[in-house]
C-alpha cells in the first residue's frame, strides 16, 4: 500500500503526447529544411533526378532515427552529442543524395 502511495504516473492526453513528440521531432525537421533549402549551394549543379520532397523526406528519416537512437542509447532526449551526431549525419546524407563526391 506504501509503494502505491508513492508512484504517482500522471497520464497525459493526446495533445501532450502531440506536442512531446512534434518537439522531438523538430530539430530533425529544421536539420532537413535546412539542407534541402541549401542543396543547390552546396550540391552538384546538375539537375538531381531526385524530387526536393523526397530529398527532404530521406534527410528527416534519418534525423529522426538518429534522436532516436540518442534517446535510447543515453536514456533522455536533449543531449548536446545527439544533435552533433545529427548533424553529421545528416550531412553526409546530404552529401550522398546530392553526389557530392562528382563536384
Known amino acids: 500500500m506504501l509503494v502505491q502511495a508513492l508512484i504517482w504516473v500522471n497520464s497525459m492526453g493526446p495533445l501532450d503526447i502531440a506536442n512531446h513528440l512534434l518537439n522531438f521531432v523538430a530539430p530533425a525537421a529544421a536539420v532537413a529544411l535546412v539542407l534541402v533549402l541549401s542543396g543547390r549551394l552546396v550540391g ?3 539537375a538531381s533526378a531526385m524530387s526536393v520532397w523526397l530529398r527532404g523526406a530521406i534527410l528527416f528519416a534519418v534525423g529522426v532515427a538518429v534522436l532516436a537512437a540518442g ?10 552529442l545527439t544533435y552533433a551526431a545529427l548533424v553529421v549525419a545528416c550531412a553526409t546524407c546530404q552529401w550522398v543524395l546530392v553526389r557530392g563526391w562528382k563536384a
Not at 534517446?71 to 548536446?80: A, F, I, P, Y
Request: charged fraction near 30%; glycine fraction near 16%.
Open 44 to 46: 552538384s549543379r546538375s
Open 71 to 80: 534517446l535510447v542509447l543515453w536514456g533522455r532526449d536533449g543531449k548536446m
